[in-house]
């Protein structure tokens, strides 16, 4: 079995609360690694070279260490700060390649793997599943409350734009279903191949966290570092 090295997890240092899908894209992130794969993780704040004050990031690094990562750092993750060059890139990527995690696997490689579990009766299976339902719930809300404006003898906007509106978010469940099933199999084919051998040395995969903002799906690309000796 593949032994993976490491995972690198990407957060923006100008996002100024952490709720919503960002919160749940860690919690996802750490269903996939478990407690004692979180050894392999490495957490990594992005564009600081955006901040207008840099006393800010340094208040929101510190609080993302007390109050959201402290349990990954507590199971021996790392924290690195990107500054947006590529030198920082690949100091990142030496720092996760070179240390010792002869001992850790992810809790997603230990259930299909070893315990033979399909990816949807896997930690991370559930939640990724739950995430993509509470999507279309929003969803589905939303096209009630439009529909039932629609009817409604006092609308509070033109009926050429709430028809529009209606259409757009149907389009949006459409995609979103469509979506779940191609991303879906999409991930199994990455999860097989995360596991399955191959040539020696440091390998690359990038995998991807369901995430909803703003009644939409979006995907957190998370770096995957592998090693084959």
Partial sequence: MIRVQGIVYLHRITDNRMS???????RIMGDLCGDKGAAGVCLVTTMWDMLRQPILGQEREADLK????????????STSRFDNTAESAWAIIDKV?????SGVLLLLQEEMAL??????????????????QHLQSMQKKQLDILKALSVSSTPSM????????????????????????????SLGRRMKLL????PTGVGFVCLYIVGISNSSLILQRVLVIKRQD
């Avoid at 919503?20 to 860690?26: C, E």
Wanted: overall charge neutral; charged content about 25%; hydrophobic content about 35%.
């Fill in 20 to 26: 919503g899908s960002p919160n749940r894209n860690l």
């Fill in 66 to 77: 007390t109050n959201f990562w402290n349990d990954l750092l507590a199971n021996g993750a």
């Fill in 97 to 101: 390649a070179t240390k010792d995690t």
């Fill in 115 to 132: 315990l033979g579990r399909k990816l949807e009766e896997t930690r991370v299976g559930r939640a990724f599943a739950s995430n993509l």
């Fill in 158 to 185: 033109p009926p050429d734009e709430l028809e529009a509106r209606i259409v757009s978010i149907e389009n949006q469940i459409n995609a979103t279903a469509n979506t779940i099933e191609k991303l879906h199999l």
């Fill in 195 to 198: 596991f399955q051998k191959g």
